[in-house]
């Protein structure tokens, strides 16, 4: 039988869904969204599936390089699961409704948790290129100061006053702080803050930003768990910190980010796949994961 997305969702969501769940064979349980230089943590897991954003109906492509611009579908301890192999930001267009339009068909696939990796700037100075954060709360500038995710109608499923102080799964955050301790990398726990983009901030920002209670600053993620929360659905976010805010780098910025995330692949590749091993209920052996 051929799986169907879900009723409740927008038909332009729906109609994505259908398009990426016509190539799997199970329903997705999950979905992990893949930030700028992270496209290869896809490889630890087996793929089934592999379509290009252009090739789905009313889905927006993305144009950052470090974004490869694919939903993966993948297998994980037998189970399928998807990958956004890239996403889409505010600043490529002006407004969050392509980056809607993702979350949401993902959301229609029938996924019950979404993991969301980012790259981001250091606003804590105890936090060093390399390090990991495991979000746990966030400051969504653009939504504060008008441009919010959830402006507009308000679309099936999600109330119209969405309650955003429980984001972030507390279940998926433990997990992901107990597989933490397996690696080989600095994990912090901390508040991450989403500006718009495309500018990296001054020093000011920076410092503004820290006196805000930011831990660590980029261009995504907060929107896009304010969208899942809204369809219903858990969400666990990952960042890893990739430069210091407000200091000059003096070279290609964003390149250097992208090589900065791309060395700390392998760290983000074995919290997410320990996290999804505890989501579809295959648990990892104790060697993997320990008590923090």
């Not at 109609?15 to 329903?27: D, E, S």
Request: negative net charge; aromatic residues 4%; charged residues 15%.
């Amino acid at each position: 039988m051929a799986l169907r997305p879900r009723h409740d969702m927008p038909a332009s969501a729906r109609a994505a869904a259908a398009g990426i769940l016509q190539q799997l064979p199970k329903r997705p349980r999950l979905a992990i969204v893949l930030g700028s230089g992270l496209g290869a943590v896809s490889e630890r897991w087996p793929a089934v599936s592999s379509t290009p954003f252009r090739d789905l109906p009313g889905m927006p492509s993305a144009t950052v390089e470090g974004h490869a611009g694919r939903v993966l579908g993948i297998e994980i301890a037998g189970e399928s699961a998807l990958i956004l192999q890239g996403r889409v930001h505010f600043y490529e267009s002006g407004s969050f409704e392509p980056v809607a339009a993702w979350v949401r068909a993902l959301c229609a696939c029938g996924i019950e948790a979404l993991l969301l990796t980012n790259a981001a700037g250091s606003l804590n100075p105890a936090y060093r290129t390399g390090d990991l954060m495991i979000v746990r709360d966030h400051v969504c500038l653009p939504a504060l100061t008008g441009p919010n995710p959830l402006a507009g109608p308000n679309l099936e499923p999600g109330p119209r006053f969405l309650t955003a102080a429980d984001c972030y799964d507390p279940q998926l955050y433990v997990w992901a702080g107990e597989a933490a301790a397996a690696v080989e990398a600095r994990v912090h726990s901390g508040i991450y803050c989403q500006v718009a983009g495309p500018t990296y901030e001054t020093g000011a920002e920076a410092r503004a930003l820290g006196r805000l209670g930011a831990d660590a600053v980029g261009m995504s993620t907060a929107a896009e768990a304010l969208l899942a929360r809204h369809c219903g659905v858990r969400v666990l976010a990952l960042s890893t910190i990739t430069n210091a805010s407000g200091e000059a780098s003096g070279g290609d910025e964003h390149r250097e980010v992208v090589a900065a995330a791309t060395r700390a692949a392998n760290s983000v590749g074995e919290i997410l796949d320990a996290v999804a091993r505890r989501l579809v209920g295959d648990q990892p052996s104790a060697s993997a994961i320990s008590s923090r």
